[in-house]
């Protein structure tokens, strides 16, 4: 699951919507909705989701939020460490083999570390 198909299953789920009647609000099939609330799509574009916040009633920091968490459910990650420190690259490697197993915990510890700056 990606953040973003996570909180647009919670705001379904807020709100009383079951798949069906979300996807067709929106406007998709309910196959496309499931793989993106279960991270098995991309990322969403754009235009998707101001359209969720439009259908939603999402407005402002909320909707800025939640585009935020679009931009950032990519579940495919590309990290490009060319012309940075090896250990740049050492890190990344290390965190891409290690990531399925690090317990949430870990996982929390590590973004408190990186949203520090």
């Avoid at 909180?7 to 379904?12: A, H, N, P, S, V």
């Amino acid at each position: 699951m990606t953040p973003f198909g996570e909180k647009l299953r919670e705001l379904r789920q807020t709100r009383g919507l079951t798949l069906a009647q979300m996807a067709e609000g929106l406007g998709v099939t309910s196959a496309y909705l499931s793989a993106l609330e279960r991270g098995h799509r991309g990322r969403p574009s754009r235009r998707f989701v101001h359209r969720v916040c439009q259908y939603l009633g999402i407005i402002w920091d909320e909707a800025e939020a939640l585009h935020r968490l679009a931009d950032l459910s990519h579940p495919r990650v590309v990290v490009d460490t060319a012309n940075l420190d090896p250990r740049a690259t050492l890190l990344a490697n290390r965190l891409a083999e290690r990531i399925a197993d690090l317990p949430s915990e870990k996982v929390e510890a590590l973004l408190r570390l990186l949203e520090e700056e």
